[in-house]
């Protein structure tokens, strides 16, 4: 959890986003969950991720390497548990 910034964090980097937008009437929102980006689109000299500079992004994938949990599940895994999640099935 950050104070300041929305999103979902793990330390000082962003895993996930979620965004809401009103105009003329009408709401969008999104949202947004890395599971296995190429982070290297990520670097600070191409882009500066949600323009926060003093922070990083990263991945379902990257956050499991090296761990006893290292198997990244699937984008179709993760999105099958999202909907579930949310009350479609």
Known sequence: RDDINTGVWVGKNKIAAVGVSASKW?????????VSPNLEHFDKDIITPCGIEERGVTSISEVLRGTSSDHCPSLNEVADVALKCFGEE
């Open 26 to 34: 009408i709401t969008t929102h999104g949202l947004a969950l890395n």
